[in-house]
């Protein structure tokens, strides 16, 4: 693509999870694209672990529409990484520790709910760590989970779209748009539609700020742990995830409230000290990381455009479950800019301005 063009059918902002997934559907329907992203150091996309877990919480609760999401987002990751040859998606059973009777026993209950049995082992298998972890009262193994390598896929698809020169690496400045009658300006490029997939900095976009954002700050650990060669997900107080080449994420903390978005002391020791309180095997810490998930109070994602200025539209808030809601999402998202097939309710913005009339 010649930069010389300044003619786009999208100005997408944010070159994120979000930004990435709805970029890759657009492009491979034609639609000419230019993102606008200031890497910043703090976005969910840098440090996030990529778990995809079909069951989920206290109550162990099927993750929302699972039956939808699960296999569309790996069909998608499988075609992503035939067209780029970079592995990004690991399947991964997670072996999860039961703390109480009142666990075991609402697990138990949850088993003779219809549709639970495809997503559990008969019977859990600790694998490489029997011996090397502290247990709880019970434990059980989920299937058709896995891992999902966001900060690879995004960085990926970066430099092959900064090799296409779609791609600033510069600022939104949002007072910068010009509105015409048919089109869009910002700068010298002129756009058919601009797609804010800002992360939490939405929170500072003019346009769409009464979304009901709410941020989750998260901080997590890579650490190694020598010739261990963990191959399943294990979640016990904290996730221990394999990253390969004796390196695992370790985390997360969940901080509602929070003054900035840096690594703190206090969650370093309370991830350290709870990663000891788990393994029986010593293991040396490489990095220390934070960053703040993009959410909102009804945990859906927000999909559709400004009531107002129709050629600016939002696909943000996919929050702690971006690798699975991700796909999904952003191939409604492109079907609806480019056919302009509804949005669903449960994600239009739309839900949450009738709610404000």
Known sequence: ?????????????????????????????????????????????????????PITGRKFV??????????????????????????????????????????????????????????????????NYKGKVKRGFSTIELKQSGRMNIPLLVGTFSEKWKKEKRILTEKFIHKNIFFDKRNIRYGEYKFKKIIFCEGYQAKNNPFFQDLNYEESKGERLIVRIPNM?????????????????????????NDWYHEDDLPTEEKYKILKNGLENILNVPFEILHHGAAIRPTNRDRKPL?????????LAIFNGLGSKGASLGPYWANQMADFLIN??????????????????
């Open 1 to 53: 693509m010649e930069r010389e063009k300044k003619d786009f059918d999208y100005l997408i902002v944010g070159q994120g999870l979000a930004g990435t997934l709805l970029g890759y559907f657009l492009i491979k329907s034609g639609k000419r694209i230019l993102y606008m992203d200031n890497s910043h150091h703090s976005a969910a996309s840098k440090i996030a672990a990529g778990i995809m877990n």
């Open 340 to 357: 302009e097939k509804p949005l669903e309710k449960e994600v239009n913005i739309r839900r949450i301005y009738d709610k404000k009339k």
């Open 303 to 311: 999909l559709g455009l400004h009531p107002e200025h129709h050629q």
């Open 229 to 253: 060669d963990f191959r399943k997900i294990f979640k016990h107080k904290l996730y221990i995830v394999p990253l390969g080449n004796d390196e695992y994420w370790i985390g997360a903390t």
């Open 62 to 127: 099927k993750t929302w529409r699972v039956g939808d999401l699960f296999p569309f987002a790996r069909e998608l990751y499988a075609e992503m990484e035939k067209e780029t040859g970079v592995r990004f998606f690991y399947d991964m059973n997670i072996i999860r520790e039961l703390f109480n009777f009142r666990e075991d026993n609402e697990w138990l209950l949850r088993t003779d709910f219809p549709g639970y049995d495809e997503y559990y082992e008969g019977k859990p298998d600790l694998g």
